[in-house]
Structure formats: C-alpha cells, structure tokens
C-alpha cells in the first residue's frame, strides 16, 4: 500500500479491500496548490472527487459587484460535496474553490474510480452522507448569518469558525471583508472594539483570538 492511501486521514481507505486500496493509489492524484490560489472556477467541468489530505480550501460564490458569498470551509480529512454531485450527475462545478493554508493537499479520485467505491463499500456511502449532513448545517447556519446576525455578528462568527488550536489567525482586514461582503473600514473598526474588549489582539496580518467563548456571546454594537 502506498502512501495515497496509507498516509490518510479518511479511515475508511484503510479498511478497504487491498485491490480496492490499490486502483486508487493507481489512478487518482495528489494536487499540492500554493495558498491562495483558485483550484476550481465557477463553471469548470471537473474530472474526480476531491478530498483534502491536509490542510483547508474555500467554497465561495461572488455577488454583482465581485465580493465573496462564503458557502463553506473543506478541511483536513473532509471531501469536497460539490464535487461529488457534480460527478454524480454530470453537472458543472457550481462555485469558486480558493486554497486558504500553506501545505494543501488534495486526493482527486477519478469519476469511474469513485463511483465504483461508492457503489459497493458502504463505508465510503455512510462517509458521504456524513460529510452531506454536516454541509446543511454549515449552510443553514450561513444563512442564519447573512439574514439575522449583522455585520460585527459575522465578523465574531467568523473569527471563531476560523480560529485554529493556537488561536492566532493569519488573516488580514481585507481578506475579512472579502468573505463577509463588507468594506475594509467596517472589518477594522470592528476588530478595534473587540481588541478594546479585550477578545483580541491585533497585530500586522494576524488575529490573537485570546476569549473565544466571549467572542460568541458579545452584544452587538448599536452602529452596526
């Protein structure tokens, strides 16, 4: 067994039959983006399912006027679901897909290649339904996001949905305001008063989250 199997966080590749293990090391590929770039246009016709060994990548759609619409997160040991529908049933890629961290790879099965496992390990079908249930959550809660919480709300949500085991986030004002559809000046005044509440702390290109529970339960400002 090699390593696109054996050095993986998706557990039910090691309890796969060993030929099963072996035609995927065989056909599928390692993609290893550089952060920030765009692996997937809106549009695309992409060629397998996307699972991402290590490190994170962005879903996003774009408004009228070119900012982000966030949709979801896809992290070290998740698949990409967008990409599973659009094999399954022969569609478009219907979103944006941005590397968001250093050492991102990607494990692309092959359309025929997955399907097969799909088909006939239920292990890999109870995966799939997992990861598609967890998606609704995600995307209810975004919607929640956009229509009941306001901008300084989104930004607080954000920031603990990003919030990594060291809470320090390599982040900038700019990129914030991007995701959340806002302007600069709105991110920056905002995080100034939850530095002065004493949630964060700022400092060039990085976020120190140090209250993180605090951060969830602080009113809203009433000029926003």
Same mark, same amino acid.
């Given at each position: 067994?090699?390593? $696109? !199997?054996?050095?993986?966080?998706?557990?039910?590749?090691?309890?796969?039959?060993?030929?099963?293990?072996? !035609?995927?090391?065989?056909?599928?590929?390692?993609?290893?983006?550089? /952060?920030?770039?765009?692996?997937?246009?809106?549009?695309?016709?992409?060629?397998?399912?996307?699972?991402?060994?290590?490190?994170?990548?962005?879903?996003?759609? &774009?408004?009228?006027?070119?900012?982000? /619409?966030?949709?979801?997160?896809?992290?070290?040991?998740?698949?990409?679901?967008?990409?599973?529908?659009?094999?399954?049933? /022969?569609?478009?890629?219907?979103?944006?897909?941005?590397?968001?961290?250093?050492?991102?790879?990607? &494990?692309?099965?092959?359309?025929?290649?997955?399907?097969?496992?799909?088909?006939?390990?239920?292990?890999?079908?109870?995966?799939?339904?997992?990861?598609? #249930?967890?998606?609704?959550?995600?995307?209810? #809660?975004?919607?929640?996001d956009v229509t009941i919480h306001n901008v300084g709300q989104r930004i607080?949500?954000?920031?603990?949905?990003?919030?990594?085991?060291?809470?320090?986030?390599?982040?900038?004002?700019?990129?914030? @305001?991007?995701?959340?559809?806002? @302007?600069?000046?709105?991110?920056?005044?905002?995080? $100034?008063?939850?530095?002065?509440?004493?949630?964060?702390?700022? #400092?060039?290109?990085?976020?120190?989250?140090?209250?993180?529970?605090?951060?969830?339960?602080?009113?809203?400002?009433?000029?926003?």
């Amino acid at each position: 067994m090699n390593s $696109k !199997t054996q050095e993986s966080n998706f557990s039910f590749f090691r309890d796969l039959p060993e030929d099963l293990r072996n !035609t995927i090391d065989r056909d599928s590929k390692i993609i290893m983006p550089e /952060k920030g770039q765009v692996i997937v246009r809106k549009g695309e016709r992409i060629g397998g399912a996307y699972l991402v060994k290590s490190g994170k990548i962005r879903v996003y759609t &774009l408004d009228l006027n070119g900012n982000e /619409k966030p949709i979801y997160d896809i992290e070290e040991g998740e698949i990409c679901i967008f990409s599973v529908n659009c094999i399954f049933q /022969k569609i478009l890629y219907p979103a944006w897909v941005t590397v968001d961290s250093d050492n991102t790879h990607i &494990l692309s099965v092959p359309t025929k290649t997955f399907r097969h496992l799909y088909d006939n390990e239920r292990m890999v079908r109870d995966f799939i339904f997992n990861s598609l #249930s967890q998606r609704l959550f995600d995307l209810m #809660s975004a919607i929640e996001d956009v229509t009941i919480h306001n901008v300084g709300q989104r930004i607080n949500s954000l920031l603990v949905r990003l919030c990594p085991e060291n809470r320090r986030l390599n982040i900038s004002h700019q990129e914030i @305001a991007t995701r959340l559809g806002t @302007a600069r000046e709105v991110v920056s005044r905002h995080l $100034k008063f939850l530095e002065k509440s004493g949630c964060i702390r700022l #400092s060039r290109m990085k976020i120190q989250i140090l209250t993180p529970d605090e951060l969830v339960s602080l009113p809203p400002k009433n000029d926003q």
